[in-house]
């Protein structure tokens, strides 16, 4: 009986930091095609260039979160602190990411 409440516990944390991490990813993207349709910043890596200028870079990302989430939610049945430990890694460096977009993009000339 415990261990079905702590695993059903431990279920709900590695959701939501999985639906955390799509959200950071998400986000990303977001602002990478917006700021770069709009002229206000150039996309830096060249793999990405075409695809963002192009209008083809959302859905892809959007398919690249979806399989992210589903091998991890996969992942997580057998193995749950290893799909924690990536789920939150990738979140930490997304988070990065988006702050260091900001920042490139709010920097004075």
Known sequence: ?????????????ILFMLLLMAQFQLWDGIIT??????????????????????GSFLLIKLLGIA????LLWIISKRFPRI??????????????????NFMVFFQPC
């Open 1 to 13: 009986m415990r261990t079905r409440t702590l695993d059903h516990f431990n279920r709900g944390h």
């Open 83 to 100: 799909a924690m430990a990536a789920a939150s890694c990738i979140s930490m460096y997304y988070v990065a990411v988006i702050t260091w």
């Open 67 to 70: 399989a992210i989430l589903l």
């Open 33 to 54: 095609q917006v700021f770069v349709i709009n002229g206000l910043v150039k996309e830096a890596n060249p793999l990405m260039a075409p695809l963002v200028s192009g």
